[in-house]
């Protein structure tokens, strides 16, 4: 098991291919979202890019998680193979950032700056699980979420202030309608 990407052994002996499964923890994601985490399977493939001392890494993580649904709250499994590619620059040096660092608008590519040529394979594991976690977690798209008024979840049930919900909806626009037409005819 080969468990870091050493730029080295690129250079040396040309595109090398990694597979990892690790175990991580809902606190090591940093996202509130998270309340549990199951094994993540990483695979990639690493070889050398086109600019000197550039690195690029194709792969996919798989895993799946407990996350809490933005608008109802409640837990929903979420399962996600994601696809990434990662190209790895060298850090600049502080003074010679701006002339240094040309990122070029590929916009699907993900730039990372390197300090040491050894990335383990865990850590990008862990970063790009943390990028498919979704910024506003879903239990279903159709979810209703929670009633403002009496904190029902409304996908499950329906509770009696719905229909006032609704018309003060309505009626907002309605007013917001009046003050558009007014400013027109001014
Ligand atoms: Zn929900
Ligand atoms: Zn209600």
């Not at 929903?76 to 790895?88: D, E, I, K, L, M």
């Not at 990372?112 to 990008?124: A, D, K, N």
């Not at 329906?158 to 009046?178: F, N, P, T, Y």
Request: glycine share 6%; hydrophobic share 30%; aromatic share 6%.
């Amino acid at each position: 098991m080969n468990d870091v990407i050493d730029f080295e052994v690129i250079d040396e002996h040309g595109p090398q291919s990694y597979r990892g499964t690790y175990e991580m923890n809902a606190t090591e994601l940093d996202r509130p979202e998270v309340d549990g985490v199951g094994a993540v399977t990483i695979e990639v493939k690493a070889e050398k890019g086109y600019q000197p001392d550039e690195y690029v890494a194709d792969g996919a993580v798989t895993f799946t998680a407990d996350l809490t649904c933005s608008r109802c709250a409640e837990l929903y499994p979420f399962a996600n193979t994601s696809p990434f590619h990662v190209r790895f620059l060298p850090r600049p040096e502080a003074s010679r950032e701006n002339e240094e660092v040309e990122i070029t608008d590929e916009g699907e590519l993900d730039v990372e700056f390197y300090s040491e040529r050894t990335i383990p394979l865990r850590e990008l594991a862990l970063e790009q699980v943390q990028l498919s976690i979704p910024m506003k977690p879903l239990c279903d798209e159709s979810c209703l979420g929670l009633c403002p008024k009496c904190g029902a979840n409304r996908t499950r049930e329906k509770c009696s202030c719905d229909e006032s919900i609704v018309d003060e909806r309505w009626g907002a626009l309605k007013d917001l309608r009046q003050e558009l037409e007014k400013k027109k005819n001014v």
